[in-house]
């Protein structure tokens, strides 16, 4: 599906190619970085008087049970959506590989067929 332009003789970067590189990089990036979100989200929806500005000061209260179920779940709720998106991405560009059988050609020429490796080429005893 990523690789369906290139050939084994022939490597082809595609649009399809680079824009998977990004988007598993930023799923990456969102992994790593889910715990900071958690805490940013817990912290804007259970804000307290004054609490900015003893975090503001380097001041970091004790949190509360309710807070740190809110983060626990936060915390798991990105993971599972970021998983999804993980897992549902590469099946709809599998679906969507099918729909589009595109020719391969390398260099304005079909590749060659009759290799042992390719399933319907050569050498069949």
């Known amino acids: 599906m990523l690789f369906s332009r290139s050939t084994r003789e022939h490597f082809l970067l ?3 190619l680079l824009a998977a590189c990004r988007g598993v990089s930023l799923l ?3 992994w790593d970085s889910v715990n900071s979100i958690a805490v940013l989200i817990t912290l804007v929806l259970t804000e307290q008087p004054g609490q900015r500005r003893a975090l503001e000061s380097g001041y970091l209260p004790e949190p509360a049970a309710t807070r740190v179920q809110l983060f626990t779940a936060f915390t798991w709720i990105g993971l599972a959506v970021i998983s999804a998106i993980g897992l549902v991405w590469p099946a709809v560009l599998v679906r969507a590989s099918r729909r589009q059988a595109v020719p391969v050609t390398v260099r304005g020429h079909p590749p060659a067929t009759d ?3 390719w399933p319907t ?3 069949h005893r």
Request: net charge positive.
């Open 14 to 16: 595609t649009g399809r």
């Open 121 to 123: 080429g050569g050498y």
């Open 28 to 30: 990456h990036a969102l």
């Open 115 to 117: 290799a042992r490796w």
